[in-house]
């Protein structure tokens, strides 16, 4: 099959990306969304050359996703997965997978014109789409306590489960970041962790309460009978953890009891639970490794009419006039 000057350019820009220290994840999102972008091109102008493509192009391609519907059309072309068998096959792509998929074709062609590889950057005269912001679930102090005991903490992978869950909701750490800690980036004394490999590439701390730093202990200690892994959360084999299996162990302990519990909601409840706890956004901001407070901002103070009502009463200035 041949390959076309759009193929390679992605190439191109993909190596760049990698350069950068992006994530996995996110490298996946760039070069998925190009390879649709290209073959939709291809099939509907008959373009296989990036430099011709114009804002029109990338117009029609966003009227074509609005009106088409999910894994209707693979990147490769050849879907092996079997896409029609999932259960939102053919529904509406949504305005915020939409507007990721705008951000990143255009993210491309800025690339195309810093390096001078395009005189003209196309995708200036197209408009951003704004994404739906769901509001996130604010899980119930009894909704998290029975998730944390649907673990059986006995089994030595969902113990581990157990204790990077409870990270979670003690720090905002993210899952990946988590899976790539060794036992050195803790710091028991000072209930800091140093998070080295990180969504943005730059190092962090994080910190952790008195509380789970009891659970670190133990948990140190008991996994040092099974392994000696260099890594905080390993495998049994001293491998380190794949999120996609801490992922799944979480949907399976969350369904046992009739929740739905992600490490993103757990990471999301940490945010939310600081801020009606009354801390700052700017703090909040630095916890969670963004890149800056507007993004954090744009993310979080997105509450609900029961959490608003919560922070009320912990912020009420009659009830907290001195009497």
């Known amino acids: ?64 996703l609005e009106e088409r519907g999910k894994y209707e059309i693979s990147a490769s072309g050849n879907p092996k997965n079997y896409p029609e068998r999932r259960q939102d096959y053919g529904k509406q792509i949504s305005k915020t997978t939409i507007a990721n998929y705008v951000r990143n074709i255009k993210a491309y062609y800025s690339y195309m014109y810093q390096e001078r590889y395009i005189r003209k950057n196309p995708m200036k005269e197209v408009k951003a789409i704004k994404p739906q912001r769901k509001v996130k679930h604010l899980l119930e102090d009894k909704e998290i306590k029975q998730f944390f005991r649907a673990f059986e903490v006995t089994k030595f992978d969902q113990y581990r489960d157990w204790i990077m869950a409870q990270l979670i909701f003690d720090c905002g750490a993210r899952i990946n970041e988590l899976s790539a800690t060794v036992d050195a980036d803790y710091d028991l004394r000072n209930n800091a962790l140093l998070l080295r490999e990180t969504k943005n590439g730059k190092e962090r701390f994080v910190y952790f309460s008195d509380i789970m730093r009891r659970l670190l202990k133990s948990w140190f200690n008991y996994k040092d009978r099974y392994t000696n892994s260099e890594y905080t959360f390993p495998t049994l ?4 953890v794949r999120i996609e299996g801490v992922e799944r162990s979480f949907r399976l302990r969350a369904r046992d009891v009739g929740l739905q519990v992600t490490p993103h909601l757990l990471r999301n409840n940490f945010a939310k639970r600081y801020l009606i706890n009354g801390g700052d956004l700017a703090t909040l901001s630095r916890l969670l490794g963004h890149s800056s407070v507007e993004v954090t901002a744009s993310i979080y103070l997105d509450f609900a009419e029961k959490e608003l009502m919560q922070k009320y009463r912990q912020h009420s200035p009659l009830q907290h006039l001195d009497k």
Do not use: W
């Open 237 to 240: 084999r001293g491998n380190r």
């Open 1 to 64: 099959m041949k390959i076309t000057g759009f193929e390679l350019d992605i190439d191109r820009y993909m190596l760049d990306c990698s350069a950068k220290g992006l994530s996995a994840k996110t490298l996946k999102s760039y070069e998925q969304t190009l390879r649709l972008f290209a073959r939709y091109l291809e099939e509907k102008f008959e373009i296989t050359d990036s430099k011709k493509v114009g804002a029109e192009h990338l117009r029609s391609y966003i009227c074509d």
